[in-house]
């Protein structure tokens, strides 16, 4: 049987795409392997929204390319952000590479692979690499959202309901990688999630670059050949919230990542309302300065983010808020730092993702004037790295003593217990009776900056 090696890196969309390339695969008739040395095919499924992801993959490609040397016949494919960002580049710095495919065209990764695999007969018996064309899709209709995964656990699925963006933060190279923000229809994504809880799901994770931007971009193309009206009358994302939460069987609904300019209090309410959608919102922050937050082309003032931030608080009892924030933006001063250490503060995240500022060739930030110098920047998130993590343990540790409703996802790390996540999406590891997919309820005994610990204390059904 011919075997495949995935590695992915990046985001949980590119996970998603993992899951995706694995079911395309598998179709084929590969079967998976932990280790690139005995695969046939080995895929690497890129991001390059910041450069130490770009690095890493260098030194997987580097084992790629001795495995080629050794066995011409292997077939090496990239997939993901690079290859949209940078294919002509990609080919040049690794000419073994058989094919590339980015993330709007995963439909073709089939094609790729047969185009990759040299025509049998007696003229094209050997194995050749020099013959194989080099297979690449150019852009197209973002057909992916509907494609097959092969999930990892059968209870949970990844939902992708829009990809893309149209933000164009001033530092992201997503927008350029993953193109304009395409939704997917409200119905068509409700039917899957349907049929989703048919095969045994019961939570679904709503993936977009901008979740609540959901909708912005449907029922636009309005009339006879498709002139546009003012925009964004297709139902929006609490509209699709409450939708999903009237599945019957369905019973968590989580989502990411939201803007914070676009947190609407329709949204607030209807995460308030839904008793299926989980009690946690990823809101990157980014910076709390204003002019730097302009500088970033975010859309929002300090003070605005803090007024979305006490809103949720308000309206969503036990509601996590986690965020992402990035340290070193180009001409950041120490005071418009301190500023994004005040916002930390106010806000009173749960938890967060700490950022060196990286630079992004094509990006509007990478040509700023006043970029800082590597120790500033690591100096820097180090201090937000301290602040974060403070903060995460104090939430945490107001969970001991309470009880936390855990959907078990499998064992600990060591092994020894079990371990599932909260619906503030906190790993909690578990003693007690219980199984991967059941939902218990946890008495909470301890805490520390990134999980819980405790007892199961009864089998829970919401409903
Ligand atoms: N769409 C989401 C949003 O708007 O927050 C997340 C997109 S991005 C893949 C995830 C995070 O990476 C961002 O929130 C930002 O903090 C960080 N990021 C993006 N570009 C970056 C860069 N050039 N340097 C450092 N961090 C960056
Ligand atoms: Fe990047 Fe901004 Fe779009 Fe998020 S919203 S993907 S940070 S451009």
């Known amino acids: 049987m011919r075997t495949y090696y995935l590695r992915s890196f990046g985001c949980q969309m590119n996970e998603h795409d993992a899951e995706r390339i694995r079911a395309l695969l598998e179709e084929r008739g590969l079967a998976p392997v932990g280790e690139p040395d005995g695969a046939d095919v080995l895929v690497y499924n890129t991001c390059t929204v910041r450069k130490s992801a770009d690095d890493r993959l ?37 000419p073994f590479v058989d094919g590339a495919v980015g993330p709007q065209n995963l439909h073709h990764l089939g094609d790729l692979l047969d185009a990759a695999v040299e025509p049998p007969g007696p003229a094209g018996g050997g194995a050749s690499s020099a013959k194989r064309p080099r297979g690449y899709f150019e852009d197209g209709p973002a057909m992916s959202g509907a494609l097959e995964a092969r999930r990892q656990r059968p209870f949970q699925a990844w939902v992708q309901i829009m990809s893309g963006c149209t933000n164009f933060c001033s530092y992201c190279i997503v927008p350029q990688v993953r193109g304009p923000e395409r939704s997917r229809d409200l119905a068509e994504v409700v039917a899957e999630v349907r049929r989703l809880v048919g095969d045994g799901v019961r939570e679904v994770t709503l993936l977009g670059q901008n979740v609540n931007a959901y909708g912005r971009d449907l029922g636009r193309l309005t009339g006879a050949g498709g002139s546009r009206s ?6 929006g994302f609490p509209a699709l919230l409450r939708a999903l939460d009237a599945v019957d069987g369905l019973e968590r609904v989580r989502f990411m990542t939201s803007h914070p300019k676009d947190l609407s209090d329709e949204l607030v309410a209807a995460v308030a309302e839904s008793p299926s959608v989980c009690e946690h919102v990823h809101l990157p922050a980014q910076a709390g300065s204003d002019r730097i937050l302009a500088a970033m082309r975010r859309g929002y003032t300090a003070e605005w983010f803090i007024g979305r931030a006490h809103a949720l608080r308000e309206a969503v009892p036990d509601v996590s808020i986690t965020t992402d924030l990035i340290a070193g933006f180009p001409g950041e001063t120490e005071q418009e730092f301190a500023q994004t250490l005040d916002l930390v503060e106010a806000a009173a995240f749960d938890a967060a993702y700490t950022f060196v500022y990286s630079p992004r060739r094509g990006t509007a930030a990478a040509d700023l004037p006043g970029q800082l110098p590597a120790e500033v920047k690591r100096e820097r998130v180090e201090r937000l790295i301290a602040a974060t993590q403070r903060l995460a343990l104090k939430s945490h540790t107001s969970w001991v003593g309470r009880r936390a409703e855990v959907l078990v996802e499998g064992a600990s790390r060591d092994g020894r217990l079990l371990r599932g996540r909260s619906r503030q999406n906190v790993t909690v590891n578990v003693s007690g009776p219980s199984e991967p997919g059941a939902i218990v309820d946890v008495e909470v005994t301890t805490a520390t900056t990134t999980t819980l610990r405790g007892t199961v204390a009864t089998a829970t059904s919401r409903r």
Do not use: M, N, W, Y
């Open 230 to 235: 003012a925009a964004g009358d297709g139902p």
């Open 58 to 94: 260098a030194g997987h490609l580097g084992t790629a390319a001795r495995l080629k040397r050794e066995d011409p016949g292997r077939i090496v494919l990239v997939t993901g952000c690079l290859p949209q960002a940078e294919k002509d580049e990609l080919f040049r710095r690794f």
